[in-house]
């Protein structure tokens, strides 16, 4: 008898539970989960995006398997992401910490480093473009970059920054940086506003210095928030795209290409809507295997 | 003479660490000085004139914008998608993260794993079902039917940094509020949500700037002129060839500062966060 | 083979509201204006619609095909090989009677050249049944310019003749500190057309479609000129640095704040020109030949097409609509507002000096979508990509024709659907 109030009390104490992540599953199936289902369905066909489907089944994923400019894509996404994950991650942790303390202008810098996230693409487009023009012209170099290196002395430095193989990629990865550091930015500062002062006082009082805080109070408390942010930064700098357009319209050859603008060449290039679809689910599962060893990273960093 | 050569080390450290923060606040605040100086010139001025205040200034473009750009209208429906799409984030995604973080039902994690996968599986090639999806259920060309479509796409982020800040609220604060009485939507209301107010201004800030700033899910779901957001308006000057720069610039600008004064009034409770007094034990 | 529909059916019932989808930013507002003027004349409601940019159009487009909602009125910006399954799908309407109603007289009032792009022949490798199914508001065609100033300064009188003149030329200006030429060949259709142009010079347009059937290799002697005439171009500095990743509005930037003598562009650009440097003194001229085997044969076509969706119930009303704003006056305004091109012939009279002189180069125009058959996307891909690694310079064009045939081999044993 006891048993079954039991059972009945579980499943509507079950039932309610459930019934707070109701509007959110319900929305996430019809938004995400339908159109979903019918990518993964489409990745097993050839289809143009008019007319005629036709089964292929696995065909689509045999050749992406073959694909070299889409895995040189996706290492080309995955090198700006290491930037990102060091120099933009870095850069954001260190203007946290550096405002969060008692310094004056606090507010001041708390706005400013939020501005490049809020500026549109086409301002970052038009405005990077300018800075990195390679031209000359009467003499003086267009781009602003090049024009302060050449009057400062460093004349050899001059470069053809988004022209160049070898300095493509690097150029994109740190505007890329430049842009995204202020979400970084953010979220860190949250954080660190929730981590109880009295951690600090404590280590104060044993003696602690900056360096011994920094890496037995700040660090250990930010661990879930650190990895928040390097999974955000991992899932948004894989999927860079519009930043590409602005600075270099449809790649330099192949060297600037990341996974985004392969499946938008596909789509709309070659009209071949199934292999693109097989790309996303592909490409889908890479960043999910990512982010599932970042984390079992980070549950190791934790036991130690 | 110790306390010399410390009061020396903490004043070289503060330069330094000013000039590390004013260096990178210049650059980020360029654009928006070049951004704001375009604005004030002329289309065949805009790439000639080097001066750093342009030699004359054209005040017609803001008017131009607002009025070319329909600025009214497109302001007011940007206003209401964030305004709807931000608070329908808040809540429900704090309910279901509150739920992950707190509560027990079956299949618990699955869901929660469901979610954070949705981030990183991206839908590039989706638009086509979603668009027939959305026809089917007679939601294109409505204001309802967008504003569903973007909670759906600032849920999954919303949703992991929730949980991650339900996840460190002390478990004395949840058997205090219970011992109060409090049902589990009371703990969720009077307990979590407060605690996490940097969240919420995390969230807010993202989700309202990614909503304002979006127009691909505007174009495709929305039709009718009179329902289409800023940013449809600010195509508007990036011709298909021509492009009229400077009132271009001033929309952008007018654009901006929305988004700026959102991010003026919610950064502050990123700061504020919780006072050690309200830590019980 | 089942056309696959998901939705809802077609509204059945005719109306006086005729919805057209556009992406033309800057003719909005000349098609509300006409649209208000139409409806002040016929009592017809025109609903204009703009969807920008023409990427965001095109998914609407598809999205709007597959739930069966598209307008009366659209247009649809991509290869002929999807308009004409458009067609085959039963969502654009013939309207070869329409044009030939009267002995002709639609058809006569407009460029042999604009109708074309949405022409399809008897004998089509596509399967459409032959007829007329686009109508087009504006003609364009890619010729080179010139700056007359730059090029005075250099003290060189009038544009090339020959290849050799223009490399020469080039030197000149090197000399004088002004960089010779720029275009925006980031978007590899503009850099495809360049290479086009000369490889009718080289070869004529039977050795072009052999290649494109797979008779010819791209390893034959004369595409490998082709590929030369961009290895020569480079060798000679005679093309701007960052050429490969600068968008054509960035070359037109270029262009109009006069950094660069020599340009190669669309006849959009005089309203581009006009905007940013009212005092720019340039000329059009075709590309320079290189050979005297054939003749170099520039692109031109229809600007911007609209069709009309054969589903609808409005589609005479539709029709009737077009017509107009085919109809002379109707286009003096468009041409007048926008400095585009007409496609009414009547119309040409009112257009700038300027226009004047890229509307000459139209009779010697062709356009791949006038061509009885087009390469394989996958295979123009490798081809304009190579190009772009011989600019850099880090490929041979032999390396790159090799790749290019490659390419296509692969491509010929997947088989076409």
Not at chain 1, 12 to 28: E, H, S, T, W
Not at chain 2, 117 to 144: C, D
């Amino acid at each position: 008898m006891n048993q079954k109030v039991k059972a009945a009390a579980i499943f509507k104490d079950n039932l309610q539970n459930f019934c707070f992540v109701l509007p959110a599953f319900a929305i996430f199936c019809i938004f995400y989960i339908y159109p979903f289902y019918k990518m993964i369905n489409l990745s097993f066909y050839d289809w143009r995006g008019i007319g005629p489907m036709h089964f292929i089944a696995l065909q689509n994923y045999k050749e992406l398997l073959g694909d070299h400019l889409w895995w040189d894509s996706i290492w080309h996404a995955g090198y700006i992401t290491l930037i990102a994950l060091t120099f933009q991650n870095a850069l954001a942790f260190a203007l946290a910490l550096a405002c969060d303390r008692e310094i004056r202008m606090k507010r001041f810098y708390r706005v400013v480093f939020f501005i490049p996230p809020v500026l549109s693409e086409v301002v970052v487009g038009l405005i990077w473009n300018w800075i990195l023009n390679p031209e000359l012209q009467n003499g003086q170099y267009i781009g602003l970059l090049n024009h302060l290196l050449y009057s400062s002395g460093f004349p050899q430095l001059v470069h053809n920054w988004l022209g160049d193989p070898k300095t493509a990629l690097t150029t994109i990865a740190i505007v890329n940086s430049w842009k995204g550091f202020g979400w970084g930015f953010i979220m860190l500062l949250a954080g660190l506003q929730t981590i109880d002062k009295q951690l600090y006082e404590a280590a104060k009082i044993d003696g602690a210095g900056a360096w011994k805080t920094f890496t037995n109070v700040t660090v250990p408390m930010m661990l879930p928030v650190i990895l928040v942010v390097v999974i955000l930064t991992i899932l948004g700098c894989m999927q860079v795209f519009v930043l590409i357009l602005a600075l270099v319209n449809e790649g330099l050859v192949h060297h600037t290409d990341v996974p985004v603008t392969r499946i938008f060449s596909a789509m709309q290039n070659t009209n071949r809507f199934g292999y693109a679809c097989a790309l996303a689910v592909n490409f889908g599962f890479i960043l999910v295997c990512i982010s599932f060893m970042t984390k079992r990273l980070s549950d190791k960093a934790k036991q130690v | 003479m110790k306390t010399n050569r410390y009061v020396l080390w903490g004043m070289t450290k503060s330069t330094l660490i000013h000039v590390f923060l004013l260096s990178v606040a210049l650059t980020c605040l360029f654009p928006i000085f070049w951004m704001v100086r375009c604005a004030f010139m002329t289309n065949d001025t805009v790439f000639v004139d080097k001066a750093f205040i342009p030699h004359h200034l054209n005040f017609n473009n803001f008017a131009i914008a607002w009025t070319k750009g329909n600025f009214a209208v497109y302001f007011l429906n940007s206003v209401i998608y964030t305004v709807c799409v931000v608070t329908g984030i808040v809540i429900i995604s704090s309910l279901a993260a509150f739920a992950f973080s707190r509560l027990k039902f079956p299949g618990k994690d699955f869901v929660f794993y469901m979610f954070v996968a949705a981030m990183m599986i991206p839908l590039p090639g989706s638009f086509v079902a979603l668009f027939v999806l959305m026809t089917k259920l007679h939601l294109v060309n409505t204001r309802f039917g967008y504003i569903l479509c973007m909670i759906n796409v600032g849920l999954s982020m919303s949703i992991l940094i929730f949980k991650t800040f339900f996840d460190k609220m002390p478990q004395e604060l949840e058997d205090a509020a219970r011992i109060d009485g409090c049902g589990k939507i009371g703990i969720w209301w009077n307990m979590a949500m407060p605690f996490a107010r940097p969240a919420i201004a995390v969230i807010v800030i993202f989700n309202s700037l990614n909503i304002w700033n979006e127009y691909i899910l505007a174009t495709l779901l929305l039709e009718d002129t009179r329902l289409m957001p800023l940013q449809r308006g600010l195509v508007v000057f990036q011709g298909a060839n021509s492009t009229d720069y400077p009132v271009l610039m001033a929309g952008l600008t007018m654009a901006a500062i929305p988004i700026i004064l959102i991010y003026l009034a919610m950064q502050k409770h990123i700061v504020k966060g919780l006072s050690s007094g309200e830590v019980i034990g | 083979m089942l056309v696959i529909f998901a939705g809802c059916s077609q509204p059945s019932n005719p109306s006086n509201k005729i919805i057209l989808w556009h992406w033309m930013t800057d003719r909005n507002d000349t098609f509300l204006k006409l649209a208000q003027q139409y409806k002040q004349e016929t009592g017809i409601e025109v609903v204009v619609q703009l969807f920008a940019p023409s990427d965001s159009y095109s998914q609407k487009i598809i999205a709007a095909a597959q739930a069966n909602v598209l307008p009366d009125i659209y247009g649809i910006l991509d290869k002929k090989s999807i308009v004409a399954d458009f067609i085959k799908a039963g969502l654009a309407a013939d309207l070869t009677d329409a044009m030939e109603a009267e002995g002709g007289k639609w058809r006569n009032s407009l460029f042999d050249k604009a109708l074309a792009d949405r022409r399809f022949d008897a004998g089509n490798i596509y399967g459409v049944k032959p007829g007329i199914y686009g109508v087009p508001i504006d003609v364009t065609n890619e010729q080179m310019l010139y700056n007359k100033k730059l090029l005075s300064k250099a003290g060189i009188k009038a544009p090339p003749k020959t290849f050799d003149e223009f490399i020469k030329d080039a030197q000149v200006l090197k000399r004088v500190g002004i960089t010779p030429f720029v275009s925006g060949w980031g978007e590899l259709w503009l850099l495809d057309c360049f290479a086009s142009n000369y490889a009718f010079n080289i070869m004529g347009e039977d050795k072009i479609f052999a290649t494109y059937r797979g008779e010819v290799k791209y390893t034959d002697p004369d595409w490998i000129k082709v590929f030369n005439v961009f290895a020569q171009l480079r060798d000679k500095g005679v093309l701007i640095d960052g050429i490969v990743t600068k968008g054509n509005k960035y070359a037109e930037q270029d262009f109009a704040l006069e950094r660069a003598a020599f340009s190669f562009n669309g006849s959009w650009c005089v309203n581009v020109y006009h905007d940013m440097n009212p005092n720019l003194d340039y000329g059009v001229f075709p590309p320079p030949p290189i050979s005297e085997a054939h003749p170099l044969k520039i692109w031109g076509d229809a600007g911007s097409t609209f069709v009309v969706n054969a589903g609808s119930p409005n589609k005479d009303k539709a029709i009737a609509f077009l017509k107009w704003l085919t109809a002379q006056d109707q286009q003096v305004v468009l041409a007048r507002q926008t400095n585009n091109l007409p496609s009414n012939k009547q119309a040409i009279s009112v257009i700038s000096p300027i226009l004047g002189e890229f509307a000459k180069g139209m009779d010697q125009s062709t356009h791949p979508n006038i061509w009885p058959l087009n390469e394989d996307p996958s295979v123009a891909e490798a081809f304009d990509k190579g190009i772009q690694d011989i600019i850099i310079g880090e490929k041979t064009p032999q390396q790159v024709a090799q790749d290019v045939q490659k390419v296509k081999d692969s491509q010929s044993l997947k088989g076409n659907h």
